[in-house]
């Protein structure tokens, strides 16, 4: 018995010096010091935000406060510098700098070797000019000792228009200045057009244009809304899929798109199968670049289309689909090096028939082009029907081809043809100034070393 009473005792005099251990650690812990020379660490000293359409919320920053000290800091307040005036939003370690009590939180602590987190984000006010303009403010520590450290808040507004499920009337013209967010979709009804005319649109996730009638769009760039980055050198603007595209449906009988850019949309242009119509051009493009969508970058169904000097690149789908009717494609650039997945469409592809239904492939005319990409064989012509009974017709003239040469009796269908190979000293990436598979950055201007001069949408 006295064995157990001994171990008993032993137990209780343990738990006794842990919590007296413990409470000699916490009031270690508790000592905070007034001492002038401590001070703060940072993870910055700058919040740098991306550009942000005035009232419209930005994405949320963050940064760590660390006490690096042997002893507690405790703070009088935080605050901004500003007060409300520039609409910076701020949360320390939880509590919001209420606008009430003058953009400020009080009396905080931060115990040795601990650290808190903050968030920023920001709604600007409209900054009544056409040009971004730099939104500043300092974020205030005071500390107990009367010291005070800032960290920087920056970010640069833009005015714009908000246009939330627009539906054209009659014969509607957009024309603006300044940039336009769209929310929701752009309808155009059946008998109706809408000409878009000088414009910036950036549309928000889930928006697209939905064309039932006529569609003109002269001199604008189409692109999803989001000015932010995913990483620090990747911003939205390069990743593909951030709205849905054109669709034109099987009423849309006229579209015309002219020195326009439309990139990173999930399907950038769609044309339903229509009647076809050999005297009527459903589609006609000319000095256009489609670039980085997440599905097809042209799609035509049983259409009449004409394409000049445009550009089409880097699409997860092919970077165009004819499937039958007509279609004429004149120097133009297909460069299918679609970055984000080894498994990608080609960058021309052509058919004589769509999912189940067979289409005739009228004509296609390919003249001038420059059809290029990652893989060895990127353009791609498919006939379902092996009795003949549905056209298949195609020519390419004075061309340069990423694809296996033609021998066989199609080769009547290729004149003066440079049938490009990964052997060729100058081939794929090689004929283009800029190509940077790291930052997502290209351009598909030539380079003086290219063996394509005279042929794409880049003389």
């Known amino acids: 018995m006295k064995k157990v009473r001994f171990v008993i005792k032993m137990k209780r005099i343990f738990y006794v010096l842990t919590i007296v251990t413990l409470m000699m650690a916490c ?62 939003r701020v949360n320390v370690d939880g509590s919001y700098l209420d606008n009430a009590l003058g953009s400020q939180v009080n009396d905080l602590e931060i115990r040795r070797g601990d650290s808190i987190l903050v968030f920023v984000e920001l709604t600007s006010t409209e900054t009544q000019q056409q040009e971004p303009k730099l939104i500043e403010d300092d974020l205030v520590f005071t500390l107990e000792s009367g010291v005070e450290q800032r960290v920087n808040l920056r970010a640069w507004a833009w005015d714009a228009e908000k246009i939330y499920n627009l539906v054209a009337e009659g014969w509607q013209t957009v024309e603006s200045a300044t940039p336009l967010i769209i929310y929701g979709d752009i309808t155009v009804p059946e008998g109706h057009r809408l000409i878009l005319r000088n414009s910036t649109l950036y549309f928000h996730e889930g928006s697209g244009i939905e064309c039932y009638g006529d569609l003109i769009i002269e001199n604008c760039v189409l692109r999803g809304d989001r000015l932010d980055h995913m990483f620090d050198y990747l911003p939205y603007d390069r990743v593909s899929g951030q709205w849905k595209g054109i669709h034109l449906y099987e009423t849309a009988l006229t579209a015309r798109l002219s020195n326009t850019e439309i990139r990173n949309a999930e399907n950038a ?36 289309i004409y394409v000049a000097n445009s550009q089409f690149s880097n699409t997860l789908g092919d970077c165009v689909y004819i499937a039958g009717g007509q279609a004429e494609i004149v120097y133009s650039t297909l460069a299918q090096f679609y970055p984000f997945s080894a498994v990608r469409g080609a960058a021309l592809r052509f058919t004589n028939y769509y999912e189940e239904t067979d289409l005739p492939l009228v004509g296609l005319r390919c003249e001038g082009l420059i059809v290029t990409g990652y893989d060895e064989d990127v353009v791609m012509g498919a006939v379902r029907d092996t009795t003949g009974t549905t056209a298949f017709e195609y020519q390419f003239l004075k061309s340069l081809l990423r694809t296996p040469r033609v021998d066989d009796a199609d080769s009547v269908r290729f004149d003066n043809i440079i049938w490009e190979t990964s052997k060729d000293s100058i081939q794929g990436k090689q004929h283009f100034i800029t190509f940077d598979e790291e930052n997502f950055i290209y351009d598909f201007h030539l380079d003086s070393l290219s063996t394509a001069h005279g042929l794409g949408c880049y003389l």
């Not at 419209?56 to 800091?73: M, R, Y």
């Not at 050999?278 to 799609?299: F, P, Q, S, T, W």
């Open 269 to 304: 242009i769609v044309l339903d199968s229509a009647a076809f119509d050999k005297e009527n051009i459903r589609l006609g493009m000319d000095n256009c670049i489609v670039h980085n969508a997440e599905g097809y970058g042209l799609c035509a169904v049983n259409s009449n």
């Open 27 to 88: 009031a270690d812990d508790d000592k905070f010091s007034t001492a002038s020379g401590l001070r703060l660490t940072f993870t910055t000293d700058t919040v740098k935000m991306d550009t942000v359409f005035a009232r419209t919320p930005s994405a949320t920053c963050s940064f760590w406060v660390h006490n690096d000290n042997d002893e507690g800091i405790r703070l009088v307040n935080v605050r901004l510098n500003r007060r409300n005036q520039t609409g910076f």
